[in-house]
């Protein structure tokens, strides 16, 4: 797989925040190449029997929809998460292949870039956040970099446990 890079193809604040976005996500992408689909449902760690690479797909993908789709839109949350099993996602994701968890994450993060493209960075979120603060598009932008970021490091150590594979 060529990724991506995390150049900006223009240095004005929209492109470099999706650009590091997109970059993040085609990350994501490349820990999972060449996984079994046995490693993608696989939960190395002891501590975290939910944390596996098809949970981590699922989970970025439900983060983005309760972002994008949720806070910012003040659409209907129709995430699998409830009060009564709040990782609900992350559970889930061992009865779907990996390549369709991938392909639906690829699919709303299509949506939600044409959604970006068309959204001022200043556009306050018509949900609201702790305190009931409304947000920025920026905001939504930066975090969900920051939250992609991380769970790439997550899937690192998930790879190297599982099959060995190490890499950026």
Given at each position: ?168
């Amino acid at each position: 797989m060529t990724r991506i890079s995390d150049t900006p193809t223009a240095w004005d604040e929209r492109t470099q925040l999706t650009t590091f976005l997109d970059y993040a996500r085609d990350t994501v992408r490349a820990k999972c190449e060449g996984a079994s689909a046995e490693h993608a449902r696989t939960a190395p760690l002891p501590g975290s029997p939910l944390m596996t690479l098809s949970g981590v797909v699922n989970h970025l993908r439900w983060v983005e929809h309760y972002w994008f789709e949720v806070i910012l839109l003040g659409e209907e949350d129709r995430a699998p998460m409830t009060d009564e099993d709040p990782d609900g996602e992350m559970r889930i994701a061992v009865d779907f292949p990996l390549p369709q968890l991938l392909a639906e994450y690829a699919e709303n993060s299509a949506r939600h870039r044409e959604l970006v493209a068309r959204t001022p960075l200043d556009q306050k979120s018509v949900g609201t956040i702790r305190g009931g603060v409304h947000v920025d598009l920026r905001w939504i932008l930066h975090h969900l970099v920051e939250e992609t970021a991380r769970h790439n490091g997550h899937m690192d150590i998930l790879r190297e446990l599982l099959d060995g594979t190490t890499g950026d």
